[in-house]
């Protein structure tokens, strides 16, 4: 069976207060699928981040057009879609207008009519994680009320033509996020993938109903406001979409190590550590073997901690020059955030790390090493290391 699979992510035309999920739900989306699925290769999988409609468009048309009898066609989307009063809904692309949906949005008339027929006998599946919005309202971001989201049971993509599956939030959480940065649907997509729980019959294969019946047991645990949706009653949900790898101890092992270095940003705590030396143990693993696969889960977190220790430094060396800092240092160490590309909540972490401490003086025996180079009209005001 042959495989093709879409990944898109917009984060354009967002218009909810902070950042969207849509391009770290596709990345990790994506990886995961390379590593956890068997049989899957590159070249298999397409990504779009933040395509324009005449992208998005190509992209399906593409697609669809290399699809043979027996293949599964697979798209997921991320991003902002609208729902019309007639069950249409709308997939926004980087270029969208939101007075113009019609014409510069992504339909699922088109999707619909661009998808292969039902005699070629294909798996036809498409994964929308979505802020879904309303299009009766004059405001572009108003979220869908309980009877606007029935629209999607009855939506024209509701047919053997193809499986739809999505969720749908609430009017006080309609696109719930969780801490790793992703939206809760493909968090729990993705841990269920990576687990193999989402094979709900233990077959070895994921299915549509699989997926279904894994995303409600895990939403209605973790968050009642998200509700997961299925449409296409004619379609074969039971048949599998994606085979699972099977078990082995450094699968499992892995598995476990990736959960706590994503959490934790690449820092394993004491208290990580030792439930993963429990767990090397119970798996039979040897030191060299836990070693080997942690410097390989480990490799593209060194990086990142590298400029974490170098932001902490700088902030260290701040500190023992005044107190409380000035606007000039406040500035340079926005600046450096900047250069490290630390995220905020990075730089929230080791500023409220450093500033419990009890007195800034005890700070200065900790510097180890140069001194970061202060800026001009910064080092002007010092001598010495204390102020002028």
């Known amino acids: 069976m042959g495989k093709h699979i879409l990944l898109i992510g917009v984060d354009a035309n967002y218009p ?6 849509a391009i770290a739900n596709v990345t990790s989306l994506q990886q995961t699928l390379l590593t956890e699925v068997d049989g899957l290769r590159d070249d298999h999988v397409t990504v779009l981040l933040n395509p324009d409609l005449r992208q998005l468009q190509h992209a399906i048309a593409r697609m669809t057009y290399h699809c043979r009898r027996g293949d599964l066609c ?44 039902t005699k070629e006998n294909l798996q036809r599946v498409m994964i929308l994680d979505c802020l879904w919005l309303s299009a009766e309202t ?3 971001d108003h979220p869908l009320t309980y009877s606007e989201a029935t629209l999607l049971e009855t939506s024209p993509m509701a047919d053997c033509n193809c499986a739809v599956l999505t969720a749908q939030g609430s009017a006080a959480a309609p696109w719930p996020i969780g801490d790793s940065g992703l939206s809760f ?16 019959d233990a077959d070895g294969g994921i299915s549509v109903n699989d997926i279904q019946t894994y995303m ?46 994503r959490r934790h940003r690449g820092h394993l705590p004491v208290e990580c550590r030792n439930v993963l030396e429990f767990l090397r143990h119970q798996l039979g693993l040897s030191v060299a073997q836990s070693q080997a696969i942690e410097a390989d889960v480990m490799a593209p977190y060194a990086g990142h901690q590298s400029n974490c220790d170098r932001y902490r430094q700088a ?12 606007q000039p240092l406040k500035k340079w160490l926005r600046h450096l955030q900047g250069e490290l590309s630390l995220s905020y909540e990075d730089v929230a972490t080791i500023e409220r790390c450093l500033l419990n401490q009890e007195s800034y003086p005890q700070l200065a025996p900790l510097l180890t090493g140069e001194f970061p180079r202060l800026p001009e009209h910064v080092s002007s005001h010092h001598t010495n290391g204390q102020p002028a």
């Open 315 to 326: 902030l260290l060396t701040a500190l023992s020059l005044e107190e409380p800092l000035g």
């Open 185 to 200: 649907y493909t968090q729990w997509l993705i841990e269920g993938i990576t687990s193999g729980l989402a094979d709900m």
């Open 16 to 21: 909810a207060v902070g950042a969207s999920p």
């Open 138 to 140: 004059t405001v572009v």
């Open 74 to 117: 697979l798209i997921y989307y991320t991003g902002r879609s609208v729902i019309a009063p007639n069950g249409t809904f709308y997939l926004t692309a980087q270029d969208t207008d939101n007075a113009n949906l019609t014409t510069t949005a992504l339909s699922s008339d088109y999707i619909r009519q661009a998808l292969p027929s």
């Open 216 to 261: 409600e047991q895990c939403l209605e645990d973790t968050h009642g406001s998200l509700w997961p949706l299925m449409m296409g009653d004619c379609y074969d949900l039971h048949q599998s979409l994606m085979e699972v790898r099977g078990y082995s101890p450094e699968r499992e092992y892995r598995r476990g190590l990736e959960e706590y270095a």
